[in-house]
């Protein structure tokens, strides 16, 4: 079946440093790739989608600057938090859509994040 | 904007009962709605998985059903075992993207 990857599982890093996070489809080409934030006991929040090669589109109250996502390959794609703070501590799932819109997205394990 | 609810937000039921998650959700132009279990600080497992033409899936103890047209799913869990305790997501994909439900905590009492 289709398995999505993600790395780290587990990260924790100071103030102020950027983190990056990593997305892979390990057996199929993901034309489509979602960034997902989970807080503590709420539900998946959809951050951005990305399409290879093209930038990303945000959803609203998603500041880019501080999410940069990069969908550089068919099979890769990568969320850096920059400048994190303790309030981007959070659960970040991504998933990935082989191709067709009305194929469904395979997700990742995830990836916590804690910001001392 | 799609919304997708979750009723009841908590369950708590002894071993061995049937139970019933309810997922609503307001637009009913969807290509397929997922139901995942998460456990606490894990990702999504995906239950099941049904297709906006379908009415509802199976597997093993697992029911999923969906009537599209009124904007709801139940997914029926029968007898229920203490492994089953976990938070339970539905989701409906549009196409563009998933929109998640708020989710339903699940334990099941030995």
């Known amino acids: 079946g289709a398995v999505v990857s993600q790395h780290p599982s587990w990260v924790i890093c100071k103030s102020g440093t950027s983190v990056k996070i990593e997305c892979r489809s390990l057996?199929?080409?993901?034309?489509?790739m979602f960034w997902y934030r989970q807080f503590p006991k709420q539900s998946l929040m959809l951050m951005a989608t990305?399409?290879?090669?093209?930038?990303?589109?945000?959803e609203q109250g998603v500041e880019k600057d501080k999410f940069l996502i990069n969908h550089a390959s068919l099979t890769l794609s990568t969320l850096t938090v920059t400048s994190a703070h303790p309030e981007d501590s959070s659960f970040y799932i991504c998933?990935?859509?082989?191709?067709?819109?009305?194929?469904?997205?395979?997700f990742g394990p995830g990836t916590r994040l804690l910001v001392l | 904007k799609q919304e997708v609810t979750q009723i009841p937000a908590a369950l708590s039921v002894p071993e061995g009962e049937n139970l019933v998650l309810n997922c609503s959700f307001t637009d009913s132009a969807i290509y397929n709605l997922q139901w995942f279990r998460q456990d606490p600080g894990k990702g999504l497992t995906s239950l099941l998985l049904?297709?906006?033409?379908?009415r509802e899936q199976t597997s093993g103890r697992l029911n999923a059903s969906l009537d599209k047209s009124s904007g709801r799913s139940t997914l029926y869990i029968a007898a229920s075992q203490p492994g089953d305790s976990a938070t339970y997501l539905c989701?409906?994909?549009?196409?563009?993207?998933?929109?998640f439900g708020t989710g339903t905590s699940l334990t099941v009492i030995p």
């Open positions: 057996d199929f080409q993901a034309t489509t």
């Open positions: 049904i297709q906006s033409s379908q």
């Open positions: 990305s399409n290879e090669g093209s930038k990303a589109t945000y």
């Open positions: 998933s990935a859509r082989p191709g067709l819109a009305f194929e469904t997205q395979y």
């Open positions: 989701a409906v994909d549009t196409g563009n993207q998933f929109y």
